[in-house]
């Protein structure tokens, strides 16, 4: 079984241009989640989708970030204009629909923003 | 915000020797959970603890809960160079079994 695909890797982009992360979630998996982990910290979360709808973005900052969930499978994180302390790893993860106990994690983005 | 808080920040020993990390946590839970984390890669799901549960083993892996004071334990017995990583715990809010707020991790270092 595929895990959770995100790309790319590694994004290095100057200040203020824009960014965009993708996650290919696990099959059957109806809920993902986008989390950012800052250096030496644990996760935290941006936004959770139950299929298409977001239903929990409260910690999302708006006014740059933008997400989407079309079809209820795949999904895309924008970030526009970057900010240098948007800096951090960022991590799709996915789960059952109302089994939201076991997470399974991409191997995440890594953006630099000089 | 961070719920859980880990201790020790890091923990570097010898393989073979055990290794127990600390988890406090705020507010009361369902369930409280152990993630590790490779350097460079995502989480992995080690283990689930609910909260009428005090203790639950996986092959090397015992983890331990304390509802009481709102703090939890995971042991590595006979530790092995891979298992070093970073290791989090990660709990639901109340009310909210959807979400996750994970801690800031131990980073732990097997020596071989």
């Known amino acids: 079984e595929a895990g959770v695909v995100q790309s790319p890797r590694y994004k290095i982009i100057e200040k203020k241009q824009p960014v965009a992360f993708w996650c290919n979630p696990i099959?059957?998996?109806?809920?993902l989640y986008w989390y950012r982990q800052n250096l030496g910290q644990g996760p935290e979360l941006l936004i959770r989708?139950?299929?298409?709808?977001?239903?929990?973005d409260s910690q999302l900052p708006k006014d740059r970030f933008s997400a989407e969930r079309l079809k209820g499978v795949d999904s895309t994180l924008k970030i526009q204009p970057a900010e240098l302390g948007d800096s951090a790893v960022y991590l799709c993860?996915?789960?059952?629909?109302?089994?939201?106990?076991?997470?399974?994690f991409g191997p995440g983005t890594r953006l630099t923003v000089l | 915000s961070q719920q859980g808080e880990e201790d020790p920040q890091a923990l570097s020993i010898q393989e073979g020797e055990n290794a127990t990390m600390n988890c406090s946590y705020k507010?009361?839970?369902?369930?409280l959970q152990w993630y590790r984390q490779n350097s460079g890669r995502g989480l992995v799901h080690l283990i689930l603890?609910?909260?009428?549960?005090r203790e639950k083993h996986s092959g090397r892996l015992r983890v331990t809960l304390d509802t009481s004071k709102k703090s939890s334990s995971l042991l590595i017995t006979a530790s092995r160079a891979a298992d070093t990583a970073s290791y989090f715990c990660?709990?639901?809010?109340?009310?909210?079994?959807?979400?996750?707020?994970f801690g800031q991790g131990t980073t732990l270092q097997v020596k071989p």
């Open positions: 990660a709990t639901p809010p109340s009310g909210n079994t959807g979400k996750l707020i």
């Open positions: 507010t009361s839970i369902n369930n």
């Open positions: 603890i609910r909260s009428n549960e």
């Open positions: 989708y139950e299929n298409e709808e977001a239903v929990d």
């Open positions: 993860a996915s789960s059952f629909s109302g089994r939201a106990l076991e997470q399974f």
């Open positions: 099959s059957g998996h109806n809920t």
